[in-house]
């Protein structure tokens, strides 16, 4: 099976700047995908490499097995929606409908037409008098109307007001509920993503600290509290990630496939934002001490 | 592409047709009359006459408005390739990356080199056309007036032919070329810069530049001119120019007589019989107060100088409007394949 993003080595350096550097990624088909990272972390050089909007400056990016915009066949399989949902506005809404069935051979006009009126927009209203969730949504809704195997969206909520928000998500929930399409998606909160993600990439500082499937990241991921002691006392199969410690407690956030069955430590699960900010954080600041586990996810950053 | 492209210059393209419908109204009416005014002047019948009746037909013009409209009529040919560039060329693909709407665009499933190579195409055809018909418009209102400066002799106008450099550019199939030219110009300027604005600016320093430096340095030479010496006659010489400076020996500028109507004379030179340029010094007889002008003027016939004239003759006006329309629509095509290899390299 193709993978949706087949990444490697790829990076991309604007001027002497790595905006994205080393990043190897497989994104199995059929996921809901969530690329989480700060402002500036890499999102939209990974989104438009992936696009073909940018060629990488090093490595190669595969898009569902093909080379990204080669061609009408490639572009036709991709659905992008852009950084701040670009759109004409001096066209109305029908007008960009018409766009997108001049311009797409699997064009679902239906479903277009569809999406417009439970919207509740008028088509013949020009697109630059929307406010910027129906700009979302229109773009959105050119996006998935060319039938897409893989719909791709640069912080496509960022700039939306809550309700515009859930509405937004509520279209894309319905989207991928009712076809086949896999879904990348990225925003610099990880609290957008919870509802809809089932896989995760977490970039920071250019660099790809975390990916997997949220339900596997979860289980992987324990956090242990207890009597303070030195983190490299514990055994090598839990890899840690965190280490912080009071004066008389250390909390412990370890990843290991196994159960940690210490009676001495108190185990709980970590939620997926915390673990988000967990390796975040492992990625901006560089901790000190005797954590010698971790010392190959900080080789990777340096 | 062909829908959103006609979409999109939709407007541009509505406008600028009610502009040309109503100047072919207003130049069909006046040029009615001008048409008129020729033939009952006698200038489409005359035989032997021509030359004199040309100068009156022209000197008539000086005091209606026809004359004001002849050189509206020039001003807007020139003006029309560098607005085309600057209004149509410049934004058409700047506007995109100014708005981002190209992320759009270069995401439907038509690729980039399509996109662009439609857009280029069909607003550059769009753009010839409007030049095009204006060209023809206005060619055909002026061409009673044109036949008339041909005669040359007409000497209010002798400067106006269809061949000298201010006319030949408003007439004809250059202004194609040109409209092409500026077009391509100007979505080159905007792919590179990716701004409107500046783009507009430097379309239009680089077109006005390329404007002149054609009928000056480039159209003499399209064809090779013609070269034709004749003894050079005092008696009928336009011009003798004596300058002395100081106490150096005086000089003698001598430009001869021609009669070439309608021609587009290069260089005017007066040579000694072994061919080097005639600058004097000139004798007495051309220098002193009592001597009388005959004397200078037998003086110089006895010098048997001859007169070399570089021109391109009146019959070489079509063949000189392909060669530069040629050069200009082979600029645009390269601007043009310029403009669709840097889209589809170009990233984000």
């Known amino acids: 099976m193709t993978a949706a993003i087949e990444a490697s080595g790829l990076g991309k350096k604007y001027g002497r700047r790595w905006?994205?550097?080393?990043?190897?990624?497989?994104?199995?088909?059929?996921?809901?995908?969530?690329?989480?990272?700060?402002?500036?972390?890499?999102?939209?050089?990974?989104?438009?490499?992936?696009?073909?909007?940018?060629?990488?400056?090093?490595?190669?990016?595969?898009?569902?097995?093909?080379e990204p915009a080669s061609g009408p066949d490639q572009l036709a399989r991709v659905g992008y929606v852009a950084q701040d949902a670009p759109v004409y506005a001096g066209l109305s809404i029908a007008d960009h409908l018409r766009l997108g069935a001049h311009l797409n051979p699997g064009w679902d006009a239906d479903l277009a037409a569809q999406r417009i009126s439970r919207l509740g927009l008028t088509p013949s209203q020009k697109a630059g008098t929307l406010s910027g969730g129906q700009r979302a949504q229109l773009a959105l809704t050119l996006a998935i109307a060319k039938r897409p195997e893989l719909l791709i969206l640069d912080e496509p909520i960022a700039s939306l007001d809550p309700l515009a928000r859930r509405e937004f998500l509520q279209v894309l929930m319905e989207t991928t509920a009712e076809s086949e399409v896999s879904v990348i998606m990225s925003s610099h909160l990880v609290a957008d993503l919870e509802r809809i993600a089932d896989y995760l990439v977490v970039l920071m500082g250019s660099r790809v600290q975390l990916a997997g499937e949220v339900d596997q990241l979860l289980a992987s991921h324990q956090l242990l509290t207890g009597v303070r002691r030195d983190p490299g006392s514990l055994p090598a199969s839990l890899h840690i990630v965190t280490a912080s410690h009071t004066e008389r407690q250390s909390t412990i956030l370890v990843r290991s496939d196994e159960p940690v069955l210490d009676p001495s430590w108190s185990v709980s699960q970590i939620d997926l934002e915390d673990l988000v900010l967990a390796y975040m954080g492992l990625a901006r600041t560089e901790p000190a001490g005797p954590v010698a586990p971790t010392a190959k996810i900080l080789e990777e950053k340096r | 592409m062909i829908w959103l492209t006609w979409r999109q210059f939709r407007g541009q393209a509505i406008t600028s047709a009610a502009v040309l419908a109503v100047l072919a109204i207003a130049l069909g009416i006046t040029g009615h009359g001008l048409v008129s005014r020729y033939d009952q002047i006698g200038l489409g019948t005359c035989q032997a006459t021509c030359t004199s009746l040309a100068a009156k037909f022209i000197d008539e013009l000086q005091v209606g408005h026809y004359s004001t409209m002849f050189f509206a009529g020039l001003a807007l040919m020139y003006a029309v390739p560098a607005l085309i560039g600057i209004f149509w060329g410049a934004p058409l693909i700047a506007r995109e990356f100014e708005h981002g709407t190209h992320r759009l665009a270069w995401n439907q499933s038509v690729s980039r080199s399509r996109w662009a190579a439609v857009k280029l195409g069909l607003v550059g055809l769009a753009a010839v056309a409007t030049a095009g018909l204006l060209s023809l418009m206005i060619s055909w209102w002026a061409s009673p007036i044109d036949h008339a400066l041909n005669y040359g002799a007409a000497n209010t106008g002798a400067g106006y032919s269809q061949l000298s450099p201010l006319v030949f550019a408003a007439r004809g199939i250059a202004p194609l070329g040109y409209a092409a030219f500026a077009f391509a110009l100007g979505v080159t300027a905007g792919v590179l810069i990716r701004r409107t604005v500046p783009a507009m600016a430097v379309t239009l320093v680089i077109f006005a530049g390329v404007q002149i430096l054609m009928p000056t340095v480039v159209r003499p030479h399209l064809i090779l001119p013609v070269q034709a010496t004749a003894p050079f006659n005092a008696n009928t010489a336009d011009d003798f120019v004596i300058t002395s400076q100081g106490n150096g020996p005086a000089t003698m500028m001598l430009t001869g007589n021609y009669s070439r109507p309608g021609a587009w004379i290069l260089s005017n030179q007066t040579i000694t019989p072994s061919g080097r340029l005639f600058d004097g010094p000139p004798a007495r007889a051309c220098t002193s107060n009592s001597a009388s002008p005959q004397a200078c003027d037998n003086w110089v016939n006895s010098l048997h100088l001859r007169q070399l004239i570089t021109y391109q003759p009146a019959s070489r006006f079509w063949p000189l409007q392909f060669a530069e329309t040629g050069v200009y629509l082979v600029l645009a095509v390269a601007l043009g394949a310029l403009c669709t290899w840097r889209i589809r390299r170009r990233r984000a």
């Open chain 1, 19 to 66: 905006a994205l550097s080393d990043c190897t990624l497989s994104i199995p088909v059929g996921r809901v995908v969530g690329l989480v990272g700060p402002n500036g972390a890499g999102k939209t050089t990974l989104l438009n490499l992936a696009t073909g909007m940018l060629a990488p400056t090093t490595g190669s990016i595969r898009v569902l097995g093909g």
